[in-house]
Every structure is written in C-alpha cells, then in structure tokens.
C-alpha cells in the first residue's frame, strides 16, 4: 500500500465548476499536509500547506484534512481555464521527507 | 520573494559528457534538494543538503554527484549519464531541514535528455 494514494485522473470539468481533489494517506502519524500545482513541464508551485485537522482557505482555494479517515481534500472555486494542471497532495514523514500522491491531472474545459 | 531558480532550462548530453545542472535560492534557505521526475510521476528525492552539508542521499548512482559551494548555491554534476536517466531535474529549497514550518519551494527544473 502506498502511504498517500491520489486518483491520477484526468478530470475533466467546465469552466466555473467546483473542484474536489482528494488523497487518502496510510500513516496517522502525519501530520503536515502540501497541496502542490504543476503545469506541464514546470516545477511544482505550492498552493496550501495544512497542519492537523480542519480547513484553510486562500481566494478561490479551500485546503481540508480529515484526520480521523486519514482524507485530504482541495477544493476549487469557479475553475478556470487557467487552473489546468497537475495536482500534487503531498505529507512529511518522520524525517520531514516529503512523500507525493501520484498527482491528478486536472482539465477545465472554456 | 520565494524564487528558486535553475539552469539551464534544457540539456541534452551524450552517455560520455560531462555536464552540471546549477540551482541558487536568495531566500536564506539553509536546505537544498534535488528531485528526479518522470514524467507523469511524482518527483523523487535524490538529495538533501542541510547547512551546505549532504545529509541525506537516496541510493542515487554515483554518475549523479552533487555540491553545495556555499548557503545560496546547489549544483549537481553529471557524468556517464544512461538514457533512462532522461528526465525533468527539480531543485527545491526550505528553511531548514526538517521542522513544522519546513515547507519546500521547488525550481522550473532542468529538462535533461540523455541521447
């Protein structure tokens, strides 16, 4: 079992739909929570960082972690053409070592 | 500022050169990584360097060869390269090695194809 499992999708979405990304993680002991974006052939941008439980919000972005079913989640207000990429959840481990999902390719249709 | 950056954008390199990918952060970082990422792959460690020294190394072969000449500055050498080594090359950096505020800021990466 990998420690953070995440749909690689694609998904595919119209412009100004609400997106739900999520990634389910093995360990309960992690406790720090990335949310990275990646468009083709760049390096990976981060978007949100989490600590424990709960939601965190910056403009059309809402980070939240349910610990008690080990679930991750980003959310996506009014998608944008420009929101296409590749959406990488990611953990530390023990050592501070960040651990990737596999990504979730995310397209949002015009 | 949170700028990470790298050069060069792209290389390409026959099995026998010899080449250097090169990294530098002004963020006052005192952790500095390399990845390797295939495509459609999360990236994978190879490095970590924490206050210009190498702490961790992920069982990387030894024709990768990394240095850190000082605090700002991240280089990684390359050398023998095989074709499956063609890859995008990521450098990240953070505060310090290891910490609940220890959050990575990645580079463009270089692109490196091995021919």
């Known amino acids: 079992q990998k420690e953070v499992e995440q749909d690689p999708g694609p998904l595919s979405v119209p412009e100004g739909a609400i997106v739900s990304l999520n990634c389910t993680y093995s360990n309960s002991a992690f406790q720090y929570f990335m949310w990275y974006r990646q468009y083709s052939r760049k390096g990976p941008e981060l978007l949100m960082y989490t600590y424990s439980s709960g939601n965190k919000e910056d403009g059309r972005f809402t980070a939240q972690v349910d610990k008690s079913s080990k679930y991750i989640s980003l959310f996506i207000r009014d998608s944008q053409p420009s929101d296409s990429a590749t959406y990488l959840c990611a953990t530390m481990d023990s050592s501070y070592k960040l651990i990737f999902g596999s990504g979730t390719r995310l397209l949002v249709r015009p | 500022d949170t700028e990470v950056t790298q050069t060069p954008k792209h290389l390409v390199m026959g099995m026998t050169n010899k080449k250097s990918l090169k990294c530098e952060q002004h963020m006052g970082h005192r952790a500095m990584y390399w990845y390797k990422q295939k495509a459609k792959k999360p990236p994978e460690l190879m490095f970590v360097?924490?206050?210009?020294?190498?702490?961790i190394n992920e069982s990387v072969p030894s024709r990768f060869s990394p240095e850190c000449p000082n605090s700002s500055l991240l280089n990684l050498h390359l050398h023998a390269l095989q074709p499956e080594d063609s890859a995008l090359y990521l450098c990240?950096?953070?505060?310090?090695?290891?910490?609940?505020?220890?959050?990575?800021?990645f580079g463009p990466g270089t692109r490196l194809t091995v021919l």
């Open positions: 360097y924490s206050y210009e020294k190498l702490s």
């Open positions: 990240a950096s953070s505060q310090v090695d290891g910490g609940s505020t220890d959050t990575q800021y």
